[in-house]
């Protein structure tokens, strides 16, 4: 039912830490800055506006310079590069490792039920007892997010795990993912770092503020959410919402849910992807189960920017001068809220982790990550997800 495909590519120790080369493309000047990349970059990552008409001659010319380079990225609805924001772009991070071992998997899926299966498949190929992390990115609408990495967990406990899920600007419509020299959905594909050389740090955290009373979620399926202490979970949204109501499902942005499964973990939020006036249902980027409690969330632009910073003050914490590249996956629901001021919050981090490191990343359409290094893995929406690493 899912097809897997790895390859590893093991680079000798005892040589000089990681290059890296960013470069933001653009259909005008891609020709001409590739060739550019003057290190022997065995890793790339490529977050890749879905409007780029050029991206498949693109990542072929980028497979004719660099046969034996893992390529991996996705689809955005937005691309980060450096401080900046933008759209209809290419944002492309070469990466030359020296001393740590790299290992891609990829997995297709033709069913979203088979998530949880692909995550423990995903694992099981890259476990090793000298497996330190998994970064990895997923089809933004075929995947269910929160049971692969459900998946991912069971298998890999004590392994950290980032990544996010493939965007396509706001229209929820197609995202792929970039596999070595493919741009197809339905997949996941994801890497490997190992050994004591590769030194990495996370976070993911959202800055929004909660408001109204805690509810028992007392009917629900997956994703779908039918039913709040026992009555219908689509009037009780729209009773907070006033106004804003008649606008959904796309006001729901504004109005995400806080989840907790029980009091031991830390509450994660939950973003509205559409409504059923008859079923009287909620359908969310991430599962509801049955015998959790929510809380509604309201935005707070400064709280928003004020969590990007949090998240990379976690992330860089024991990293501090060491981090040469940080990835940045915010949630495209973020984006449309602080609008204007989207730059704001990937400013707020390059304030943290300094004028040397690096930024690459995208808007996505769901985060996958550890609140901080000792939790959990688990998927997020509404979110600023960060991973900072670095070879020494």
């Given at each position: 039912m899912f097809k897997i495909s790895d390859e590893m590519l093991i680079f000798a120790p005892n040589q000089p830490n990681m290059k890296v080369k960013q470069l933001s493309l653009t259909e005008e000047n891609w020709y001409n800055l590739l060739p550019s990349i003057k290190i022997e970059a065995n890793l790339f990552l490529l977050f890749v506006s879905p409007n780029f008409k050029a991206k498949v001659e693109v990542l072929k010319s980028l497979n004719d310079l660099f046969p034996s380079a893992i390529i991996v990225g996705c689809s955005t609805a937005g691309e980060i590069h450096d401080v900046t924001v933008q759209d209809d772009t290419i944002t492309l991070t070469a990466i030359q490792m020296e001393k740590v071992t790299i290992k891609k998997v990829s997995v297709g899926i033709k069913d979203m039920d088979l998530s949880f299966q692909a995550g423990q498949e995903v694992a099981q190929k890259l476990q090793n007892k000298n497996l330190k992390h998994i970064m990895l990115f997923s089809d933004g609408l075929n995947v269910n997010g929160a049971d692969l990495v459900a998946g991912l967990k069971l298998t890999l406990p004590k392994v950290s795990i980032t990544g996010g899920l493939a965007g396509d600007g706001s229209n929820f419509k197609e995202t792929f993912i970039i596999n070595n020299n493919e741009i197809t959905d339905k997949t996941i594909v994801a890497i490997g770092f190992y050994g004591d050389h590769f030194k990495v740090g996370f976070s993911s955290q959202g800055g929004w503020d909660t408001?109204?009373?805690?509810?028992?979620?007392?009917?629900?399926?997956?994703?779908?959410?039918?039913?709040?202490?026992?009555?219908?979970?689509?009037?009780?949204?729209?009773?907070?919402?006033?106004?804003?109501?008649?606008?959904?499902?796309?006001?729901?942005?504004?109005?995400?849910?806080?989840?907790?499964t029980d009091e031991k973990n830390f509450p994660v939020v939950r973003t509205i992807l559409a409504i059923n006036e008859e079923q009287q249902s909620l359908t969310f980027a991430g599962n509801i189960p049955e015998g959790s409690y929510v809380k509604l969330m309201k935005a707070n632009i400064d709280h928003l920017i004020n969590g990007a910073e949090q998240s990379a003050k976690i992330a860089n914490k024991d990293q501090e001068e060491l981090t040469q590249i940080a990835v940045l996956i915010s949630c495209v629901g973020r984006r449309l809220v602080l609008k204007q001021l989207v730059e704001e919050e990937v400013e707020a981090v390059r304030g943290v982790v300094g004028a040397n490191t690096l930024i690459t990343g995208f808007y996505s359409y769901g985060e996958i990550a550890p609140f901080d290094g000792f939790s959990p893995c688990e998927l997020h929406n509404q979110s600023m997800t960060i991973t900072t690493f670095s070879e020494c």
């Open positions: 408001f109204g009373i805690e509810r028992l979620v007392t009917k629900s399926h997956k994703n779908v959410l039918f039913e709040l202490d026992g009555k219908p979970a689509l009037d009780i949204y729209k009773s907070y919402l006033g106004e804003q109501a008649k606008n959904l499902p796309s006001s729901g942005l504004m109005f995400p849910l806080s989840m907790r």
